[in-house]
């Protein structure tokens, strides 16, 4: 479960790759928390490349939304694969974080 991660203007983007099970949360964890050292004003969660992602990845994406949240940082999701998609959207993720289908569109959703 490698996870890449970029700066644009300001905004941080993240990207998983492969699969995300319960055993490989806190090293996810991990990977989120060093990249968001940086105080960035804005995360883009960058899914194209997540093919699976468990309930023990969902709370670490939670608990990650929560954290920026408190530092008034935006943050998004984008390029959800339809199986990941479902995921998000039958947990009710999709009610409590802002995800669009393209990068440019969370880019646009992050700088308002």
């Known amino acids: 479960m490698p996870v890449s991660s970029e700066r644009d203007d300001g905004i941080?983007?993240?990207?998983?790759?492969?699969?995300?099970?319960?055993?490989?949360?806190?090293?996810?964890?991990?990977?989120?928390?060093s990249a968001t050292?940086?105080?960035?004003?804005?995360?883009?969660?960058?899914m194209e490349s997540?093919?699976?992602?468990?309930?023990?990845?969902?709370r670490v994406m939670l608990e990650f939304a929560q954290i920026l949240s408190e530092q008034d940082a935006k943050f998004a999701l984008c390029s959800l694969k339809s199986s990941v998609n479902d995921v998000f959207r039958i947990s009710g993720f999709?009610?409590?974080v802002t995800i669009c289908t393209t990068r440019d569109e969370a880019v646009a959703a992050v700088s308002r």
């Open 12 to 33: 941080l983007i993240v990207k998983p790759e492969g699969r995300i099970h319960s055993a490989d949360a806190a090293i996810f964890r991990r990977e989120l928390d």
């Open 37 to 46: 050292e940086h105080g960035d004003r804005a995360v883009i969660m960058d």
């Open 50 to 58: 997540l093919d699976y992602i468990s309930s023990g990845g969902l």
């Open 94 to 96: 999709d009610r409590v």
